[in-house]
């Protein structure tokens, strides 16, 4: 059975290859002059995925890491999670 970091890994790689995949499609769209409402509608399906693989990356890393480090008492957890929820309202 695997672990659930591995769990995560590969739902990660999974969500990254359809990403490759919707890019491609994007790159071809814009190659062929496609109308723009339809280039924006992929644009924005591809930035829901990489939503969708921020998540997947964020509980893989508080289900090891900070779990770890909240049990160890090491503030670099609690360090990270600020900057990054910080970075993700600016």
Known sequence: MK???ED????AQKRLNIIKGQLDGLQK????????IDLLNQSLAIQNALKGLDLVLFERHVNTHVKHQFMSEDPKATEELIELFKRVNK
């Open 8 to 11: 995560k890994k590969e739902a």
């Open 29 to 36: 769209m814009i190659d062929s002059d496609e109308y723009c």
């Open 3 to 5: 672990s659930n970091y």
